[in-house]
């Protein structure tokens, strides 16, 4: 029995930027080295740890035999379980809470049942097209099942929701993500998931932004909502709405906001949870965002540096959901103001449209886009540069309609071929034109004003 049994934990980084953790140990008077795995295999120094205490224990017991080396079967002799569970292991640490909900239960739900007992070796084209259109007829027998009044529901009784194309194709993202592990390994030639022949044809969604406008209304909304509600239901609808809209927070960077992070004397918010590198940030706020949080810090007097600017009534922050909820009912209570007042409903309203709105302003106002991006935490500037698109299309808008009425006013009035009840529907600006127009056979000198992009916007008289 050895009773002062000691050893040690080496790390080694190895030409592929893994990490390879080893134990050393003495035992029957000998040293011994165990290698353990990399840290893409799941391992990491407190788990290395526990391994060594483990074999430390049994030397001293004096029940210690060297382990039988580990018989690792290449990648394409793995059943899918076995090698997703693996890729998975290794990859869960690296990803956010969220993500690692949304990933499970593709994994769970939807290509486990499917691929788990395939060798990775039989996952071909054939077999991921099996898949897709296995999902199809399943969506369609829960539309089905739906319309006839016996929806099909779940383990815990709640009604089975049909999936869209979009929700397929994420499913067969992640299927390509752990294949392409597999054929670095050598246990696929090539990845039988990737390739837009894969998959399913989707709508791209049509993602709205407030107008200037609108946004004051939502935000007199929520005011008026704060101020007609009792001091302890007073839940900061305004500034909450503020924060998002005039400065591009995600959702989830608001409810893990705390006090500490608001530089008020810098007009600063410090972002340092954020879902990329790029998230963790400074934030520059605007002199009326500073007002708002003084204001909503002064309603509630006293506070904590480390409480969550956004706090529940038990002090713990919110979550995404309960956000969308409290902006939806502001919406909704904005809807039914502009409904009485006999205008149109605002567009649809979620966390993640005040955000596009924040980047539409600023691109308007005539903010650099590499300032912009690091405003919003942005690391690729496609989603930025698609906003900017937008916002160039709605500047190009009065231009276009100037353009537009000019060559309408190249049309003489007096021309049979236009009823009378058409003249008389035509802007007071284009008939003024058409009238001098009048009797001329032929067009101006010139021709007709052309729409330019470029061209100097000026105010219609």
Not at 356 to 365: D, F, K, N, P, Q
Request: net charge positive; aromatic share 6%; with cysteine.
């Amino acid at each position: 029995m050895d009773k002062r049994a000691r050893g040690e934990i080496r790390v080694r980084e190895r030409n592929d930027g893994e990490l390879n953790y080893t134990i050393r140990f003495r035992a029957n008077g000998k040293r011994h080295s165990f290698s353990l795995g990399t840290d893409r295999e799941g391992w990491t120094h407190r788990k290395a740890e526990r391994k060594l205490e483990d074999v430390l224990a049994q030397v001293r017991a004096g029940v210690w035999k060297p382990e039988e080396p580990e018989r690792r079967d290449p990648a394409g002799d793995q059943t899918f379980h076995e090698f997703a569970s693996r890729w998975w292991a290794a990859k869960k640490g690296e990803t956010r809470p969220n993500t690692q909900l949304d990933y499970e239960w593709r994994l769970r739900k939807h290509l486990l049942p499917f691929f788990a007992d395939l060798m990775i070796a039989e996952i071909d084209v054939d077999a991921v097209e099996r898949y897709r259109e296995e999902k199809v007829i399943e969506r369609e027998k829960v539309r089905a099942a739906a319309a006839a009044g016996t929806p099909f529901r779940d383990k815990r009784g709640q009604r089975r929701v049909p999936l869209s194309n979009e929700s397929i194709n994420k499913t067969l993202v992640l299927l390509a993500n752990i294949l392409d592990s597999a054929v670095e390994r050598g246990g696929l030639e090539t990845n039988p998931a990737r390739g837009k022949r894969r998959r399913l044809k989707a709508p791209r969604p049509v993602r709205r932004v407030l107008e200037p406008d609108e946004l004051v209304e939502l935000l007199a909304t929520a005011g008026e909502m704060d101020r007609s509600k009792r001091r302890d239901r007073q839940i900061g609808r305004r500034p909450m709405i503020a924060v998002m809209a005039k400065t591009g927070l995600r959702v989830t960077e608001l409810c893990l906001l705390r006090w500490r992070a608001v530089d008020v004397h810098h007009e600063r918010l410090i972002i340092e949870e954020a879902k990329t590198d790029a998230g963790r940030r400074q934030v520059d706020m605007t002199l009326d965002v500073v007002d708002e949080l003084n204001a909503w810090r002064a309603h509630q007097g006293i506070v904590d540096l480390d409480a969550f600017v956004f706090a529940t009534a038990s002090g713990k922050h919110r979550d995404k959901d309960n956000v969308r909820t409290v902006l939806g009912r502001v919406v909704k209570q904005a809807n039914k103001q502009r409904t009485a007042s006999g205008r149109a409903a605002l567009p649809p309203v979620v966390p993640h449209t005040l955000r596009r709105t924040y980047i539409s302003l600023m691109l308007e106002a005539g903010a650099p886009l590499h300032y912009v991006m690091d405003q919003v935490g942005h690391e690729d500037s496609k989603t930025t540069l698609e906003i900017y698109a937008q916002v160039q299309k709605r500047l190009s808008r009065p231009q276009v309609k100037r353009a537009f009425e000019a060559l309408l006013a190249e049309t003489d009035l007096d021309s049979p071929d236009i009823p009378a009840e058409a003249r008389g529907m035509m802007s007071s600006e284009t008939s003024r034109s058409a009238k001098q127009r009048s009797g001329r056979k032929a067009k101006v000198a010139g021709g007709p004003q052309k729409w330019a992009p470029n061209a100097p916007s000026t105010p219609r008289g």
